[in-house]
């Protein structure tokens, strides 16, 4: 089974910044097309950033200019850096792998920005 797990989640002040990070298992970690998506509260997941294995970057309007999803292929890990950040970026953060035509999902990891 592929695991997929997240970390760096937390609390942190409007204006702010993190970086989220997410490790996955695999010998071809390479090919993978990787993703961020969000769940605030009472909402729907949402997109926010995929990378796939060109390294071609796509986000949702509503983070562009803030967030940057990156890849590090020797250490099977997709990060998201978070600039800039406001309260309703608060959510729990997923990261998300495709592998072929499956889909694996991470834990989670919760974002709260607030004073």
């Known amino acids: 089974q592929v695991q997929v797990v997240e970390s760096g989640g937390g609390l942190v002040q409007p204006g702010g910044s993190l970086r989220l990070s997410c490790v996955v298992s695999?010998?071809?970690?390479?090919?993978?097309?990787l993703g961020w998506y969000r769940q605030p509260p009472g909402k729907q997941r949402e997109l926010v950033a995929t990378?796939?294995?060109?390294?071609?970057?796509n986000y949702a309007d509503s983070v562009k200019g803030r967030f940057t999803i990156s890849r590090d292929n020797a250490k099977n890990t997709v990060y998201l850096q978070m600039r800039s950040l406001k309260p309703e970026d608060t959510a729990v953060y997923y990261c998300?792998?495709?592998?072929?035509?499956?889909?694996?999902w991470g834990q989670g990891t919760q974002v709260t920005v607030s004073e």
């Open positions: 998300n792998v495709v592998i072929g035509f499956n889909n694996y």
């Open positions: 695999g010998n071809s970690f390479r090919l993978y097309l």
């Open positions: 990378i796939n294995s060109g390294g071609m970057t």
